[in-house]
């Protein structure tokens, strides 16, 4: 169970330590069973390794109800004061970084209102096809092999193509796109870091780059506006203005981060739950149609591939006895949330058929709740049915190996035997 078991005192519990983030997820875990149940909004300083400081402390917030009613509440806790991120982002920062996941409204809502049509279910559901063709190819050239990265050759691949079709990325750019965002959400991680660089350098270079990109490819479709996002980003009027160079900038990133990274770690994971919980493997692929939808929300709820995000108080106000200040910052645990025994049974077992409340693995449907959400939930599918018809006996070999991150809950390979017995 790693270093937090039931004899550990919860105040020696320090999410702003790198040593937390390299405990094993289960002890994880077990550290914020102990914060919803002794300390559910707990202060922690600042930490004092991030690529930024502003010198302010934050709480925790562990709880379900609680991450629920702040997500939904963004006048009292709103995000467009620094950032979501735990440090305020400094200006060189925001230009890239400060996208309307960091506004509130009404700014916010006309932002999201340029690629909300992109993301509707009714036109997610015009890419269905493409997305069960892709999963088919992936899955049909892992299962031929014997022995396979699962996370390489699968899971990182189909959001990463989907995204970067539906924002215009030429095809010859997706590994570009990909390792910039492996920089710019796993930056933490020596794999990802370049070598010699500082995480602030390689942050600021990865995001020059993937602006690059988007100038690139926005100067085309000014000329030649085509059926994509980019072409909406370019083109669009907000407040009767077009963009700004730097909304430009980190509205691509934001989507063709946010679009690839978090998906592949929800399929990762999926994958290794499945294999560790072979009873809810074997219930989902006996009838897959019929459970995948509770199915696909499972793994989202368990694995919770987004660690938190922050709201800052706009006023003096006070969450279950616990005084806030103007100003102060709370990070909303979603994983910790999805595992709030009050609103789960048994909330660390992964449970295919899971039916009560909406978990918070997408947010805590508030006005920034997850634009891809529905996407994610057709790529996961469209895995899966492959994966239970043609691979449905694969075995992992090994453990896993896990992003160093506080803010992704990833795995960066998957050893899998596709025909195992
Ligand atoms: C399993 C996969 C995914 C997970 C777990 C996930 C999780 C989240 C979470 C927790 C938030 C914050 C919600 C809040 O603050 O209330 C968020 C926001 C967002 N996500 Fe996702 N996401 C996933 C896939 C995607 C995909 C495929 C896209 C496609 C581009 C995407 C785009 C976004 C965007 C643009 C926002 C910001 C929305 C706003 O500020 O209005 N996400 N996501």
């Known amino acids: 169970m790693g270093q937090y078991n039931s004899g550990v005192d919860e105040t020696e519990i320090n999410l702003s330590s790198l040593g937390f983030w390299s405990l094993p997820k289960e002890s994880r875990d077990h550290a914020f069973a102990q914060l919803r149940q002794k300390r559910p909004i707990a202060y922690f300083d600042e930490p004092d390794w991030m690529f930024t400081s502003d010198g302010r402390g934050y709480y925790a917030v562990t709880k379900y109800d609680d991450v629920f009613s702040i997500s939904r509440n963004p006048t009292l806790f709103c995000s467009g004061r620094g950032a ?3 440090p305020d982002l400094p200006p060189q920062f925001l230009e890239f970084f400060g996208s309307m996941i960091n506004t509130d ?4 809502s006309h932002l999201r209102k340029v690629v909300l049509r992109a993301f509707t279910p009714r ?4 890419l269905d096809q493409r997305i069960e063709q892709l999963a088919k190819t992936l899955i049909s050239d892992v299962s031929q092999r014997e022995s396979v990265d699962f996370v390489a050759e699968a899971a990182s691949i189909l959001p990463l193509k989907i995204i970067c079709e539906m924002m215009g990325v030429p095809a010859d750019y997706e590994k570009y796109v990909l390792d910039r965002s492996n920089i710019i959400l796993g930056a933490l991680d020596e794999e990802f870091l370049p070598a010699g660089k500082t995480v602030e350098e390689s ?7 993937l602006t690059a990109l988007m100038e690139e490819i926005g100067k085309d479709r000014i000329a030649n506006p085509k059926d994509d996002i980019t072409t909406s980003l370019v083109t669009a009027s907000v407040d009767g203005e077009a963009l700004s160079a730097s909304e430009l900038a980190s509205f691509f990133i934001l989507l063709v981060v946010a679009g690839n990274e978090t998906t592949r770690n929800a399929i990762a994971w999926g ?3 499945l294999d560790r919980f072979r009873d809810q493997r074997d219930l989902w692929f006996s009838d897959f149609e019929a459970i995948s939808a509770t199915g696909v929300d499972e793994i989202v709820r368990w694995s919770s591939p987004v660690i938190f995000m922050r709201r800052t108080a706009t006023t003096a106000t006070s969450i279950r006895g616990v005084e806030l200040a103007e100003g102060d910052k709370l990070l909303l645990l979603y994983g910790s949330a999805n595992r709030d025994e009050e609103k789960f049974t048994d909330p660390d077992s992964f449970i295919v058929t899971r039916k009560e409340s909406r978990h918070l693995g997408f947010g ?3 006005p920034h ?3 891809g959400a529905h996407l994610a939930r057709r790529e996961l599918h469209a895995i899966f049915s492959e994966v239970s018809q043609v691979m449905p006996n694969y075995e992992v070999v090994g453990e896993p190996s896990y992003l160093f991150s506080n803010f992704i809950n990833g795995i960066k390979h998957l050893e899998v035997k596709p025909n195992a017995i």
């Open 84 to 86: 979501v991120s735990i």
């Open 105 to 108: 409204d009404p700014r916010h």
């Open 123 to 126: 036109r997610i559901e015009l």
């Open 203 to 209: 942050l600021i270079v990865a995001a020059v780059e």
């Open 271 to 273: 994958m290794h739950c």
């Open 364 to 366: 805590g449907y508030g």
């Open 369 to 371: 709740q997850c634009l």
